[in-house]
């Protein structure tokens, strides 16, 4: 089974960047949509961008215009863009690969083990 590792998470100041990465240890070209997620203490999981492997992409309303999301089939990664970082920004990143659902509504088979991203205000 294909495996995803997340990196690039880290501490920075509002109004910073980050880039997270996620890594898969096999082809992701099977999966439909690739996905990244974030829950913050307290809160529920919630999607923050996704990408199917044809291109067309999803931002949820609250990262729209600040976060990219790249898909690269061929290195068999995706990453996060994060600009314009916010306080509640902050949350553990999961990436996630789906081969059912909607670009809006994945439905992750695999999941990452997530990366720390806190924003400081």
């Known amino acids: 089974q294909v495996q995803l590792v997340e990196s690039g998470g880290g501490l920075v100041q509002t109004g910073g960047s980050l880039r997270l990465s996620c890594t898969a240890s096999g082809s992701i070209f099977s999966f439909d949509i690739m996905g990244w997620y974030r829950q913050a203490p307290g809160k529920e999981r919630e999607l923050v961008a996704a990408s199917r492997s044809w291109g067309s992409r999803y931002y949820a309303d609250s990262v729209k215009g600040r976060f990219t999301v790249f898909r690269d089939n061929d290195k068999n990664t995706l990453s996060l863009t994060m600009n314009s970082l916010q306080p509640e920004d902050t949350a553990m990143y999961y990436c996630?690969?789906?081969?059912?659902?909607?670009?809006?509504?994945?439905?992750?088979?695999?999941w990452g083990q997530g990366t720390q991203v806190t924003v400081s205000s």
């Open positions: 996630a690969a789906a081969s059912s659902g909607t670009i809006q509504a994945p439905i992750p088979r695999i």
